[in-house]
């Protein structure tokens, strides 16, 4: 199923021929030229937020390496680039030097870069090539934090720079201030990004040491989560909330084989006295005659783990996850990086070529605006038409509308509305809401049903005209569907 | 019991608010002084949300009476104080009337069914004030009142543990800064996972303005291993932004495991004595320290903001209103200025114009006069006026009035357009024009004189018979003694026919000679009659022109003079009301001028509470006089 193929040719036509119209200006070119590459490139999401709150960890822990950040002599705060490279290599790209390439080693604790002789600017960019199945699909952006020294002014003015920058954001957050979510919400006065609202997802970072690191904290944080997800303010912003505990994803994905011996150790401690000296982290780390493990031992798990960490960890080897791989597969799980992965995948990758194509209209747009053009005004014609035609930016619209709740469709309407246009998921068997290994022919009679119904409610006379309106791009979805169903056949 | 120092000068404070018409400073401040009045510490718990405001106030009191969980909990301030007997009460919507003690703010509506002060089990205080709270009381609650009997409370303090300063998707706000100057001790809670924000620095700040005391607490160290690094931090940014608060290291959890197993070297390191000591050291410190400081910032606050606007009135004393004076003063005399340069202007225009009128006018007159002389000459070179005279006189008559009428026609003419151009040359405002009949000339006045016959010497018979008799008689004569010779008698037919032939010649040159005589005369006469008309005409026509220009004169003259009264009046009005205005800002200026250095020597006084005794400690407001 493409029914994105046909948006994505459209909108490489409009950049091939916004390309010969600008022929004549140099720097009208250029940033064609580029976002042409972008557009051919991975997706990029960028990671943002405020300070310390764990976006270089989070980038680890997506990876599954440290690799993240790029300490930068003198501490001077640039944007990173991590994306899939052939070998390991750091580039510094610097608006007042030429591209240098920085002297790289890469060790059991990740990547080890020799910052010697870079002058680093605030302006500078660091691309770092990974060689990583997990950056195949898309390039990750570490971003300065936003709103740390500076005022909310300034926040407002970098989250718009990154989001010029990237295709999908991920907004990370312990607890989203009222602030930070105006600031996410689309540009207003952007014809590109009203038309395709939303290309967020908020991460509720540092899960771990949510309700002060009791053992339960991580279904704590899905229930703030879940809560969130049903707070109009928030989901007018973002596609999804999903709390993550990336110390603990970083630390189980790595997870080493002493680590692992000095988890169990502690494990076979006996719970009351492990419980003295787990209570803090000044505890731990202190002397005593219970504390099985060696100082330096110590030092080193409460700085990969976290004293959460270390609670679940032996807890968890405690209760039988007797392998490196046993309890590094739980630990994973537990972390939330899973679910990360699976948002990012259902609302970024796969729906790769819309958010590629917004981000190219919206360099169309700019353009277009910045330098005018007759030549150029078939070009905003069209971009306009594509805007208010194209089904994909109308499931966009529609799923933004759904996600705040202003359709005037029923809530149990409403949520298979968000489900057939693809709020959980752009894939045939999960629109349709199957959730078992179905035939050929219980898909085409499920889709033929769902199309029937949903005629029936654009055609109701007891809605009102959004919610019919709603319901006639879910019919569209549905056919979209049906069409898409019926192709492989006849081949 | 001697009335303390600070509270005779917060009462002048009050007073001064009331004179200055600010009752809202005054309100807050006598509720600050009530407040102050009492022995017990209010120690309000601020901070970002998920912070452990609720926990740390648990931990104090180690009970579980404050609302702690994961997500957003608190969402109504609960106060705690001292009680013999553990007690909860929820105060709802309805509340007595007074300044809002905490958590003001939009509140839901009135659900009158409730009553004002719900009693609940303190078990269950924590959970009312929460997100789980009763769905009858959601969203009501305003404050939970709860009273513990703990030691730590009886010495005289009073916890208030508010909901989050700012958080997403939550319309009541938490602590604001009205909410913090009714403080005597504020605590900023923030744990030590991270460094303070932006946001909490500049919660710090307001802080620091209207509360005594102002102590960080910082949670959580148990959580993370980076406390001290986090801890070090904070301090250096503090003293890097001059905030000079002190910072206590706690872990509530350490706290409350410690009351649990009666563990005093874990209460020791939960860096709870420390905060204890702290806050047991300002209630100590309330009736004399802290109230003083409170008083000194509440004060000098309340001062401050009756000083700004008293020091802007002084600056600026009504721009509008003189400014408008003076843009009339100066109009008014640029008025006077022109009138002054253009008077003499338009009196020369006048006479010049109406001499040269009188020269036109004379010239005009003598021409066409003397084109009627000609023409009466000429007439009078043929016609014999005896016969023509009657004639003659109407034709003279009528090309006289006829003269006369043009002439003083294009007079009228020529004097309008005088007028109007001396008019343009006297500035007139107010678009007034000149009177109608300033231009006018009386037309009665025009006269043409009976014309007097000349005396004409008609050849009567007689006078012919006794003409041709004489004539004859020479002819008679003469041819009668020429034929006498010839013998023929004197009388004879040829004597007699020279006499007639003599005769008739003399009767004929006789006649001739009467004609010319005649026109002579009559030509005299048409002569002096016009002559006459023209003095006469001339000298009306001149009289009345210069009766005229000295209307005009004295109108102009009149009007002229009208504007300049009224310009000088103008003037002088608005020199009079820059001169009042002057005299009563100067006034004003002065009263307020006394007003500030009353207001300087009240600040300097009330500031001088704090130097006395805190040395050092300097309040960043300045004031000049």
């Given at each position: 199923m493409r029914p994105n193929a046909e948006l994505g040719e459209l909108v490489w036509a409009m950049l091939n021929e916004a390309l010969e119209s600008y022929a004549d200006s140099p720097r009208a070119s250029d940033w064609l030229r580029y976002h042409m590459e972008r557009y051919r490139e991975p997706l990029r999401i960028a990671l943002a937020g405020p300070p310390e709150c764990g976006k270089s960890t989070l980038v680890n822990a997506m990876v599954g390496e440290k690799i993240a950040p790029i300490g930068s002599p003198g501490g001077v705060v640039v944007s990173t680039w991590f994306q899939d490279g052939p070998a390991p290599t750091v580039t510094v790209y610097s608006a007042q030097a030429p591209a240098r390439e920085l002297a790289v080693s890469r060790s059991e604790d990740g990547l080890q870069v020799d910052t010697r002789g870079w002058q680093p600017h605030h302006q500078d960019r660091v691309v770092v090539d990974w060689p990583t199945r997990t950056l195949r699909e898309a390039t990750l952006i570490d971003t300065p934090a936003i709103g740390s020294a500076t005022g909310e002014e300034a926040g407002t003015t970098t989250l718009a720079q990154i989001a010029g920058e990237t295709d999908g954001l991920l907004y990370l957050a312990r607890q989203p201030r009222g602030a930070e979510l105006q600031a996410l919400q689309a540009s207003p006065g952007n014809p590109v990004a009203e038309s395709a609202p939303i290309n967020t997802i908020l991460v509720l970072a540092k899960a771990d040491e949510l309700g002060a690191g009791r053992i339960d904290a991580l279904s704590s944080a899905q229930q703030v989560a879940r809560r969130l997800r049903t707070d109009a303010r928030v989901a007018a912003t973002c596609q999804s909330v999903v709390p993550v505990a990336g110390m603990l994803g970083l630390a189980g994905k790595t997870l080493r084989d002493n680590e692992f011996a000095w988890l169990q150790r502690l494990s076979t401690v006996p719970r009351q006295t492990a419980d003295t000296f787990l209570i803090s982290a000044d505890r731990f780390l202190a002397d005593s005659p219970h504390q099985p493990l060696p100082p330096a031992a110590r030092v080193s798990l409460l700085e990969r783990f976290g004293l959460f960490g270390i609670r679940l960890a032996s807890l968890l080897a405690r209760r039988g996850f007797d392998t490196p791989a046993k309890l590094s597969a739980e630990l994973v799980q537990r972390s939330g990086l899973g679910e990360l992965r699976e948002a990012i995948n259902m609302f970024f990758v796969d729906r790769r070529e819309v958010l590629k194509a917004r981000s190219a209209l919206l360099a169309l747009d700019g353009l277009t605006r910045t330098e005018p053009r007759p030549s150029a005004r078939r070009l905003v014609g069209q971009l306009e038409r594509l805007l208010a035609t194209a089904h994909e930016f109308r499931e966009l619209r529609l799923l933004a509308t759904l996600q705040a709740n202003r359709t005037g469709l029923p809530a149990e309407l409403g949520t298979e509305a968000n489900r057939l246009i693809g709020g959980q998921g752009v894939d045939m068997l999960t629109r349709l809401g199957i959730d078992y290994e179905a035939t050929e022919i219980e898909v085409r009679e499920a889709i033929g049903q769902t199309v029937h119904r949903w005629r029936d409610i654009a055609e109701n006379p007891m809605l009102d005209a959004s919610a019919r309106q709603a319901a006639q791009v879910v019919l569209r979805s549905c056919e979209g569907l049906l069409g898409a169903f019926v192709e492989p056949v006849r081949q | 019991m001697i009335a303390p120092p600070w509270l005779s000068l917060l009462d002048e404070t009050i007073g001064i608010c009331l004179a200055h018409?600010?009752?809202?400073?005054?309100?807050?401040?006598?509720?600050?002084?009530?407040?102050?009045?009492?022995?017990?510490?209010?120690?309000?718990?601020?901070?970002?949300?998920?912070?452990?405001?609720?926990?740390?106030?648990?931990?104090?009191?180690?009970?579980?009476?404050?609302?702690?969980?994961?997500?957003?909990?608190?969402?109504?301030?609960?106060?705690?104080?001292?009680?013999?007997?553990?007690?909860?009460?929820?105060?709802?919507?309805?509340?007595?009337?007074?300044?809002?003690?905490?958590?003001?703010?939009?509140?839901?509506?009135?659900?009158?069914?409730?009553?004002?002060?719900?009693?609940?089990?303190?078990?269950?205080?924590?959970?009312?004030?929460?997100?789980?709270?009763?769905?009858?009381?959601?969203?009501?609650?305003?404050?939970?009142?709860?009273?513990?009997?703990?030691?730590?409370?009886?010495?005289?303090?009073?916890?208030?543990?508010?909901?989050?300063?700012?958080?997403?998707?939550?319309?009541?706000?938490?602590?604001?800064?009205?909410?913090?100057?009714?403080?005597?001790?504020?605590?900023?809670?923030?744990?030590?996972?991270?460094?303070?924000?932006?946001?909490?620095?500049?919660?710090?700040?307001?802080?620091?303005?209207?509360?005594?005391?102002?102590?960080?607490?910082?949670?959580?160290?148990?959580?993370?291993?980076?406390?001290?690094?986090?801890?070090?931090?904070?301090?250096?940014?503090?003293?890097?932004?001059?905030?000079?608060?002190?910072?206590?290291?706690?872990?509530?959890?350490?706290?409350?495991?410690?009351?649990?197993?009666?563990?005093?070297?874990?209460?020791?390191?939960?860096?709870?004595?420390?905060?204890?000591?702290?806050?047991?050291?300002?209630?100590?410190?309330?009736?004399?320290?802290?109230?003083?400081?409170?008083?000194?910032?509440?004060?000098?606050?309340?001062?401050?903001?009756?000083?700004?606007?008293?020091?802007?009135?002084?600056?600026?004393?009504?721009?509008?209103?003189?400014?408008?004076?003076?843009?009339?003063?100066?109009?008014?005399?640029?008025?006077?200025?022109?009138?002054?340069?253009?008077?003499?202007?338009?009196?020369?225009?006048?006479?010049?114009?109406?001499?040269?009128?009188?020269?036109?006018?004379?010239?005009?007159?003598?021409?066409?006069?003397?084109?009627?002389?000609?023409?009466?000459?000429?007439?009078?070179?043929?016609?014999?006026?005896?016969?023509?005279?009657?004639?003659?006189?109407?034709?003279?008559?009528?090309?006289?009035?006829?003269?006369?009428?043009?002439?003083?026609?294009?007079?009228?003419?020529?004097?309008?357009?005088?007028?109007?151009?001396?008019?343009?040359?006297?500035?007139?405002?107010?678009?007034?024009?000149?009177?109608?009949?300033?231009?006018?000339?009386?037309?009665?006045?025009?006269?043409?004189?009976?014309?007097?016959?000349?005396?004409?010497?008609?050849?009567?018979?007689?006078?012919?018979?006794?003409?041709?008799?004489?004539?004859?008689?020479?002819?008679?004569?003469?041819?009668?003694?020429?034929?006498?010779?010839?013998?023929?008698?004197?009388?004879?037919?040829?004597?007699?026919?020279?006499?007639?032939?003599?005769?008739?010649?003399?009767?004929?040159?006789?006649?001739?000679?009467?004609?010319?005589?005649?026109?002579?005369?009559?030509?005299?006469?048409?002569?002096?009659?016009?002559?006459?008309?023209?003095?006469?005409?001339?000298?009306?026509?001149?009289?009345?022109?210069?009766?005229?220009?000295?209307?005009?004169?004295?109108?102009?003259?009149?009007?002229?003079?009208?504007?300049?009264?009224?310009?000088?009046?103008?003037?002088?009005?608005?020199?009079?009301?820059?001169?009042?205005?002057?005299?009563?800002?100067?006034?004003?200026?002065?009263?307020?001028?006394?007003?500030?250095?009353?207001?300087?020597?009240?600040?300097?006084?009330?500031?001088?509470?704090?130097?006395?005794?805190?040395?050092?400690?300097?309040?960043?407001?300045?004031?000049?006089?």
């Open positions: - | 018409e600010r009752g809202d400073l005054a309100e807050r401040l006598r509720y600050r002084r009530a407040r102050l009045l009492t022995p017990k510490l209010h120690v309000l718990v601020v901070g970002a949300a998920k912070q452990g405001k609720s926990q740390l106030v648990n931990a104090l009191v180690n009970a579980s009476v404050c609302a702690v969980g994961d997500d957003l909990t608190t969402m109504a301030p609960t106060i705690i104080q001292h009680a013999e007997e553990p007690s909860a009460v929820l105060v709802t919507d309805r509340r007595p009337a007074g300044p809002p003690a905490l958590g003001a703010g939009p509140l839901p509506a009135l659900s009158q069914s409730l009553p004002d002060r719900i009693p609940v089990p303190v078990e269950d205080v924590a959970r009312q004030t929460s997100g789980r709270a009763d769905p009858a009381l959601r969203g009501s609650v305003v404050t939970a009142e709860v009273g513990l009997p703990r030691q730590l409370l009886a010495a005289g303090m009073v916890l208030i543990d508010t909901p989050p300063t700012e958080v997403a998707g939550r319309n009541r706000p938490g602590a604001s800064v009205a909410d913090l100057d009714q403080a005597d001790t504020v605590v900023l809670v923030s744990d030590a996972t991270c460094e303070l924000t932006s946001a909490e620095l500049e919660l710090l700040v307001s802080a620091t303005k209207s509360a005594p005391s102002v102590l960080i607490a910082l949670t959580k160290t148990d959580l993370s291993p980076r406390w001290r690094t986090i801890a070090e931090r904070n301090r250096t940014r503090l003293s890097e932004i001059g905030l000079q608060a002190r910072m206590v290291p706690v872990s509530a959890t350490l706290r409350l495991l410690a009351a649990q197993h009666n563990d005093k070297a874990m209460n020791e390191e939960s860096g709870f004595a420390e905060l204890v000591t702290c806050l047991q050291r300002d209630v100590l410190a309330k009736p004399d320290t802290l109230a003083r400081r409170g008083v000194a910032m509440v004060a000098g606050t309340a001062i401050v903001e009756v000083v700004g606007p008293l020091r802007a009135s002084v600056v600026e004393p009504d721009p509008n209103r003189s400014a408008e004076a003076i843009a009339k003063l100066r109009s008014a005399q640029q008025t006077i200025e022109d009138l002054r340069r253009h008077a003499s202007r338009w009196q020369t225009v006048l006479s010049d114009e109406t001499s040269d009128l009188v020269t036109d006018i004379e010239y005009d007159l003598r021409e066409r006069t003397r084109r009627i002389l000609r023409e009466a000459d000429r007439a009078f070179e043929t016609a014999d006026p005896q016969v023509t005279w009657a004639q003659f006189e109407d034709w003279l008559m009528e090309s006289l009035t006829e003269t006369a009428n043009a002439n003083y026609g294009w007079l009228l003419d020529r004097f309008r357009w005088l007028a109007e151009k001396v008019a343009q040359s006297v500035p007139m405002p107010r678009g007034e024009s000149m009177p109608e009949d300033m231009a006018e000339l009386p037309s009665d006045r025009l006269g043409v004189e009976e014309l007097e016959a000349p005396r004409l010497e008609p050849f009567t018979l007689g006078q012919k018979a006794f003409t041709a008799l004489r004539s004859s008689y020479g002819g008679v004569l003469m041819f009668g003694l020429a034929t006498s010779l010839a013998g023929l008698p004197l009388i004879n037919p040829i004597s007699l026919g020279a006499g007639v032939a003599f005769g008739g010649k003399g009767i004929r040159d006789e006649s001739e000679g009467r004609l010319k005589r005649r026109q002579a005369a009559a030509r005299t006469a048409a002569q002096r009659h016009i002559d006459d008309f023209y003095l006469s005409f001339t000298k009306d026509c001149k009289d009345l022109l210069r009766q005229a220009q000295r209307r005009l004169r004295d109108h102009f003259l009149q009007v002229t003079e009208s504007i300049q009264d009224e310009a000088l009046a103008i003037a002088e009005a608005a020199r009079q009301s820059i001169q009042a205005d002057a005299v009563h800002t100067d006034t004003r200026n002065r009263q307020v001028q006394r007003d500030l250095e009353k207001l300087v020597n009240l600040y300097q006084r009330v500031q001088a509470l704090v130097t006395a005794a805190v040395p050092a400690r300097s309040a960043g407001l300045e004031i000049t006089a």
